[in-house]
């Protein structure tokens, strides 16, 4: 029985309950290495660890355990390894970007994970961090994104953001701060294609040299306000979104449609093969142990 959901999940239920089920109830993961994610996590890693303002060597090798410990498959582990290299460059660079604003923060939480009953649904989550202004003592949720795509149009509409809303609405409930803006930061992902012969270590510093010397090019960094009204409605959303997982889940029925516009899903070529009988693609996908639901916590 399903019992949890994140703001993910529940998303990828509103875009199609069928890639839901496909992902979520049956845990497949495909086969194929998807770069950004993994790419994602490691920043993450990253971004735990650089509170501890540990020397250059001592850092790689915090990251490469935390990245053994890590119960992903493993060439998503030896991916992570490979693009290590990537991690100073891109370090360096934010630093420098925004050292001198950082300062007029102190850290009240780092990566911390957060769990919220509703009715018999746990809302999980994990927040980057929660920052103290030093002058005026706000508080402010922090966000950390990896992304290639950002601009205007994306910060224009950020106060609409479910998973911003739900973290808010999270750090105020289980953690009791007032919290209704958020700092949201951007390491961007240069659009340059990996040589012939380049391998993907060497890539992945390229990258982050790249964002070190066009600094203003590759971080992004973007205050967001919310009213306490768009918070609290996040309470209702992830209920209506229960409901409507429960009913599918005790029908046995995960509507399938396809949104204009949706990202590459990666269950495609099951739909195209009718969506019930699976069995024949198992071999372009792994699935995760019943620990690992949500594989946007490990
Ligand atoms: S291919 Fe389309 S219809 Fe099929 S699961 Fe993915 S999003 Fe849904």
Redesign the pocket.
């Given at each position: 029985m399903i019992d949890s959901i994140t703001d993910s999940s529940a998303n990828t239920f509103l875009?199609?309950p069928?890639?839901y089920f496909?992902e979520y109830t049956r845990r497949l993961d495909p086969k194929k290495l998807r770069e950004y994610f993994i790419w994602g996590t490691l920043v993450h890693i990253w971004a735990r660890l650089r509170v501890k303002e540990l020397e250059p060597q001592a850092l790689m090798t915090e990251m490469q355990r935390d990245i053994a410990k890590l119960e992903r498959p493993l060439a998503e582990q030896e991916c992570m390894y490979d693009m290590l290299g990537g991690i100073p460059p891109t370090a360096d660079g934010h630093l420098l970007r925004w050292g001198r604003d950082d300062l007029a923060y102190e850290s009240m939480m780092t990566e911390t994970e957060f769990k919220y009953q509703i009715g018999d649904f746990t809302f999980r989550g994990k927040i980057d961090g929660v920052l103290r202004n030093l002058d005026t003592g706000e508080l402010l949720l922090y966000e950390l994104k990896t992304s290639s795509m950002t601009g205007p149009s994306l910060y224009r509409t950020l106060p609409l953001d479910s998973q911003l809303r739900g973290y808010l609405f999270a750090v105020q409930r289980c953690f009791g701060m007032d919290v209704r803006r958020v700092i949201y930061d951007v390491i961007k992902t240069p659009q340059i294609k990996r040589g012939p012969v380049e391998n993907r270590a060497d890539y992945y510093r390229r990258m982050g040299l790249l964002r070190l010397t066009e600094r203003a090019k590759y971080y992004e960094r973007t205050p967001v306000t919310f009213t306490q009204d768009a918070i609290d409605s996040h309470e209702f959303w992830l209920a209506s979104i229960i409901a409507n997982m429960r009913r599918a889940e005790a029908s046995g029925y995960w509507l399938?449609?396809?949104?204009v516009n949706?990202w590459p899903?990666p269950?495609?070529e099951?739909?195209m093969h009718g969506?019930d009988d699976i069995e024949w693609a198992m071999n372009e996908f792994i699935v995760r142990p019943e620990n690992a639901l949500h594989p946007e916590l490990s």
């Amino acid at each position: 029985m399903i019992d949890s959901i994140t703001d993910s999940s529940a998303n990828t239920f509103l875009g199609c309950p069928g890639q839901y089920f496909y992902e979520y109830t049956r845990r497949l993961d495909p086969k194929k290495l998807r770069e950004y994610f993994i790419w994602g996590t490691l920043v993450h890693i990253w971004a735990r660890l650089r509170v501890k303002e540990l020397e250059p060597q001592a850092l790689m090798t915090e990251m490469q355990r935390d990245i053994a410990k890590l119960e992903r498959p493993l060439a998503e582990q030896e991916c992570m390894y490979d693009m290590l290299g990537g991690i100073p460059p891109t370090a360096d660079g934010h630093l420098l970007r925004w050292g001198r604003d950082d300062l007029a923060y102190e850290s009240m939480m780092t990566e911390t994970e957060f769990k919220y009953q509703i009715g018999d649904f746990t809302f999980r989550g994990k927040i980057d961090g929660v920052l103290r202004n030093l002058d005026t003592g706000e508080l402010l949720l922090y966000e950390l994104k990896t992304s290639s795509m950002t601009g205007p149009s994306l910060y224009r509409t950020l106060p609409l953001d479910s998973q911003l809303r739900g973290y808010l609405f999270a750090v105020q409930r289980c953690f009791g701060m007032d919290v209704r803006r958020v700092i949201y930061d951007v390491i961007k992902t240069p659009q340059i294609k990996r040589g012939p012969v380049e391998n993907r270590a060497d890539y992945y510093r390229r990258m982050g040299l790249l964002r070190l010397t066009e600094r203003a090019k590759y971080y992004e960094r973007t205050p967001v306000t919310f009213t306490q009204d768009a918070i609290d409605s996040h309470e209702f959303w992830l209920a209506s979104i229960i409901a409507n997982m429960r009913r599918a889940e005790a029908s046995g029925y995960w509507l399938r449609w396809h949104p204009v516009n949706h990202w590459p899903c990666p269950f495609e070529e099951i739909c195209m093969h009718g969506g019930d009988d699976i069995e024949w693609a198992m071999n372009e996908f792994i699935v995760r142990p019943e620990n690992a639901l949500h594989p946007e916590l490990s």
